[in-house]
């Protein structure tokens, strides 16, 4: 089974702080995604990678930025926490080559500025 | 740039009985593919079920299926025999053939089974 895990299921990090959410797929996927999700907006794109040391803006990147040193790690990067951004966040893989294929959620990092 | 709409932000159903979601979606794009996943309450998110556009013939999933109408950009899922376990956030997504393969999202409808 893919496993795409998250280093935290909930953080709590004052206003300033820079923060690291951690995501780490098993599948050797090249494809990495970090969504964020809040009550009537559904999910929305941050970042997206599509191999190593490659990212693209999503569609809400402001405030954020991303890291993939490694093919299965994809980090996303808050370089100075505001209450704003205390959301759901989401990562996701998938296989590249397009086609039918599912992306795979990790379990979410719950994530509180104050 | 693609959009996704479900109108139902929540919708509640008797254990047994059958449900209709509904989502719609705008596009310019003649083939692309539409996603129905799962949230349960703390829990991962769970593909339901997928379609793809240039297929006339709806998806089904054991309980799950869709009625898909292209020509009104219309993707709704119709779960049958609700069971307790369903009880979840529902999101439609919608992706392009080409390109990046990310997903676009629905707000979301939260699906409440009564017993």
């Known amino acids: 089974d893919v496993k795409v895990t998250q280093s935290s299921r909930y953080l709590v990090k004052r206003t300033g702080e820079k923060v690291f959410l951690e995501c780490v797929q098993d599948m050797d996927h090249e494809n990495m995604f970090w969504y964020r999700q809040d009550p009537g907006l559904g999910l929305r794109l941050i970042y997206f990678?599509?191999?190593?040391?490659?990212?693209e803006k999503g569609d809400i990147p402001e405030g954020y930025s991303v890291s993939r040193e490694k093919k299965e790690r994809f980090s996303l990067i808050l370089e100075s926490a505001s209450t704003n951004q205390t959301s759901m966040y989401l990562c996701a893989s998938i296989i590249s080559g397009g086609g039918y294929n599912e992306q795979f959620f990790g379990p979410g990092t719950r994530l509180t500025v104050l | 740039a693609q959009t996704v709409t479900q109108s139902q932000p929540e919708m509640s159903v008797q254990e047994a009985e059958t449900v209709t979601l509904s989502c719609t979606y705008d596009t310019s794009e003649s083939d692309y593919y539409l996603f129905w996943y799962k949230q349960p309450p703390s829990r991962q998110m769970i593909l339901v079920i997928r379609q793809e556009a240039y297929k006339q013939q709806n998806a089904t999933e054991n309980r799950f299926s869709v009625n898909f109408q292209k020509a009104a950009k219309s993707f709704s899922l119709k779960i049958s025999d609700s069971q307790l376990g369903d009880a979840a956030m529902y999101f439609c997504?919608?992706?392009?053939?080409?390109?990046?393969?990310?997903?676009?999202f629905g707000q979301g409808t939260r699906l409440t089974i009564n017993p």
């Open positions: 997504a919608y992706r392009t053939i080409q390109g990046a393969q990310k997903l676009v």
């Open positions: 990678s599509y191999d190593v040391k490659m990212k």
